[in-house]
């Protein structure tokens, strides 16, 4: 059975930083493509960062580019996603994914607030 739970989202000052994990089970996730996304109030949910299975090709929503970065531990299972240069825009729900059979996390609300 599929699993994935984020962590490390919280309240942070806009300027900030914060790193999101997302620990997999039930899969052989060093083969899955993974990615995050995010849904703010009102509106859809969108696609912030992907990753290769094996980590060397990843690509990012332009509004994220040169702020944060997705990277992955295929021995912990866990994909990450570092975000710095925090705005209140980026104030949402987070979501982590596989991307073969598209299963979701339950995840985890950053807000970004002074």
């Known amino acids: 059975q599929v699993h994935l739970v984020e962590s490390g989202g919280g309240l942070v000052q806009p300027g900030g930083s914060l790193r999101l994990s997302c620990a997999a089970s039930g899969f052989t996730f060093s083969t899955y493509p993974m990615s995050w996304h995010r849904q703010a109030p009102g509106k859809e949910r969108e696609l912030v960062a992907d990753i290769s299975s094996a980590g060397n090709s990843r690509n990012y929503a332009d509004s994220v580019k040169g702020r944060f970065t997705i990277s992955r531990d295929n021995a912990k299972n866990t994909v990450y996603l570092q975000m710095n240069s925090l705005k209140p825009e980026d104030t949402a729900v987070y979501y982590c994914?596989?991307?073969?059979?598209?299963?979701w996390g339950q995840g985890t609300q950053v807000t970004v607030s002074s």
């Open positions: 994914k596989e991307d073969i059979w598209n299963y």
